[in-house]
């Protein structure tokens, strides 16, 4: 069963835009992982925020996390075309090595 | 390095049949995990092996089954298929630096079609 939901389920932008996308889950965690998705192939790795950490950045990336309400949330900035792909947040629970996997945003970004 | 690689890409079977998934993980990688995606059900955890031997396991049947090799290879076999196994089945290594701080790395993954 998957962790929790992600927020919007779909995003529509246009290029240079920033996109921001929500996660939410339900059990305490050692960290959160963001992946990347295009047309149903492997995902690709983003970032990983450990639960100690509130914010990290990569590049045209920023994930925070707030263990208090627990949820994160993915900011793109300046987004391109090939942005353009699913999102989708994982978690691994405290004292567990598995990733449970949110539902997912589907990015389009329009050039 | 080369990356995650699974074999093979895309497979067709019937409802009934059994069916074996290939992984090789990346070099110096000793946990294998494997995934399972649906639109339905989403990106499910099925199991993970680590020095051949099975760490964890998902919320799947006994259909379900993995195993690892001394080189780190892991196959996964389904038996007795059935229409809902039908899905996208992801393969990731990690270097296993301790719990709940790895980067786990996914492969191309393999889409099973059951008819």
């Known amino acids: 069963s998957q962790q929790g939901e992600e927020d919007p389920q779909a995003l529509s932008i246009q290029e240079g835009e920033n996109a921001t996308m929500n996660c939410s889950y339900k059990t305490s965690i050692n960290n959160l992982q963001w992946y990347r998705q295009n047309s149903g192939r492997g995902l690709v790795h983003l970032i990983l925020?450990?639960?100690?950490?509130r914010e990290k950045h990569s590049g045209r990336l920023r994930v925070t996390l707030d263990t208090s309400k627990k949820s994160s949330s993915l900011l793109i900035t300046a987004s391109r075309a090939a942005d353009t792909a699913s999102y989708f947040c994982?978690?691994?629970?405290?004292?567990?090595?598995?990733?449970?996997f949110g539902s997912g945003t589907r990015l389009q970004v329009q050039p | 390095k080369a990356g995650v690689t699974q074999t093979p890409r895309y497979l067709i079977k019937t409802r009934g049949q059994q069916v074996t998934l290939s992984c090789s993980p990346i070099s110096g990688h000793r946990s294998v995990s494997w995934y399972q995606q649906t639109p339905g059900q989403g990106l499910q955890f099925l199991f993970e092996y680590f020095s051949e031997t099975q760490r964890n396991k998902g919320n799947f049947p006994g259909r379900f089954s993995g195993r690892q090799f001394s080189n780190s290879r892991s196959e996964m076999n389904v038996s007795t298929l059935e229409l809902g196994d039908s899905a996208l089945y992801l393969c990731?290594?990690?270097?296993?630096?301790?719990?709940?701080?790895?980067?786990?790395?996914f492969g191309p993954g393999t889409r099973l079609t059951v008819l």
């Open positions: 990731a290594s990690s270097l296993d630096l301790g719990v709940g701080t790895d980067t786990q790395y």
């Open positions: 994982a978690t691994v629970a405290t004292g567990r090595r598995a990733l449970t």
């Open positions: 925020i450990r639960s100690n950490e």
